[in-house]
Nanobody, 119 residues
Framework: QTQVAESGGGLVQAGGSLRLSCTASGRTFSSDRMGWFRQAPGKERESVARISETGDYTYVADSVKGRFTISRDNAKNTLYLQMNSLKPEDTAVYYC????????????WGQGTQVTVSS
């Protein structure tokens, strides 16, 4: 069972940047597709970005396209989300998880990391 721990969130002004990290343990990280999700207050959790096992394939949601970049370092068992040009609507708790081929989260959820963007 994969365990994940997210970090890197914080309070930032609109237009600023943050880099989130997710460290994974319990499985062979390089064998797992991974993804970032977020959940804003009063809303359902949504998929933000996905990455293949080797990092060759990435996908980001339309709402963050051109601003967020997903990457991974398999040697460090770490997933990243670089977030630029942040907007107040990006405010949410951000989570990582391993994914099925169809993008469904498969593992247990971590505690997430809070991102707050002020206007």
């Amino acid at each position: 069972q994969t365990q994940v721990a997210e970090s890197g969130g914080g309070l930032v002004q609109a237009g600023g940047s943050l880099r989130l990290s997710c460290t994974a343990s319990g499985r062979t990280f390089s064998s797992d597709r991974m993804g970032w999700f977020r959940q804003a207050p009063g809303k359902e959790r949504e998929s933000v970005a996905r990455i293949s096992e080797t990092g060759d394939y990435t996908y980001v949601a339309d709402s963050v396209k051109g601003r967020f970049t997903i990457s991974r370092d398999n040697a460090k068992n770490t997933l990243y989300l670089q977030m630029n040009s942040l907007k107040p609507e990006d405010t949410a708790v951000y989570y990582c998880n391993r994914l099925s081929f169809g993008g469904i989260a498969l593992g247990s959820w971590g505690q997430g990391t809070q991102v707050t963007v002020s206007s």
